[in-house]
């Protein structure tokens, strides 16, 4: 008799189901991207899901073990953390969870204008008078002296003077006061820029001096006005300075003065000048002398 061993069952698989998610969180509007694995292959035809982000329709296994496809989220949706559930053969499930981040906020700061101040100078007029010229009527004085008639038995001699007829005239010119008309400043605000100027206008010759503070220590200075350069300058040890103020050209008007250092400093000058037409007064004389002398001899026979 010959005995047979019995045989032992095959040993089964259990079902199982796992879910993987990339990325775990994002945006409204975002995508991301569900991963699926069975326990063996041909556990169940397909995979339903159910979420309260979004509808996700049933995926077909295929008769794979595993396989992914691609999810977005609504932009409609609020920032949140939403399960996402999985179920094969109706019994085996599992579950994912994706965040719907809050998205960030950008603020942008417009960049700060400062007002641009226009100063208007207008032009220096000097208004010169005409220079009257009076001329006095000519005064003539003639003097007539009388004839003398002298009788000589035989002779008769008739002497006759006349004085000279002097014409005096005189032309006096006259000449106005010298009027000057000095420059108006128009300007809303004065100018403050950190830089002190000792005088508010300055005439041509007159000296002007600038003093400044807040430049590094023993720092070279340079003053300009008009894009010229019109002083120079070294700090002490405190960061304070003084210059003396020269401009190469006489130009009548307000002028910025500015200190370049570490930071730049503005001062304002006005530059005023002084313009005038003087005359001098002649007086011409004019001396007119006429003689007239005559004679005559009658010789009576």
Known sequence: MVALAPLSPASAQTPSLSLGISPTSGPAGSSFTITWKLSYAGMCRSISFTSSLTTIPAVSTGGNISGSFSVTAPKTAKPATYPINGVCAGDYGAVTRFTVTTPSTTTTTPPTTKPTTTTTVPPVTTTVPPVTTTTRPTVTTTTTRPTTTTTTPGVTTTDTTTTDTTTTTSDTTTTPPTTTTTTPIVDEKPVDGGLKLDRKSVRPGEDLSAK?????????????????????????????????????????????????????????????????????SGTLVVLVFFVLAGAALIRVA
């Open 212 to 280: 400044g503070t807040g430049c590094a220590p023993n720092q070279t200075v340079i003053l300009t006005s008009g894009g010229e350069k019109v002083g120079t300058a070294v700090s002490d040890t405190s960061g304070e300075f003084s210059a003396r103020v020269e401009f190469p050209k006489i130009v009548p008007g307000r002028h910025i003065v500015t200190a370049h250092c570490a930071i730049e400093l503005t001062g304002a000058v006005d530059q005023v000048v002084t313009s005038g037409k003087g005359g001098t």
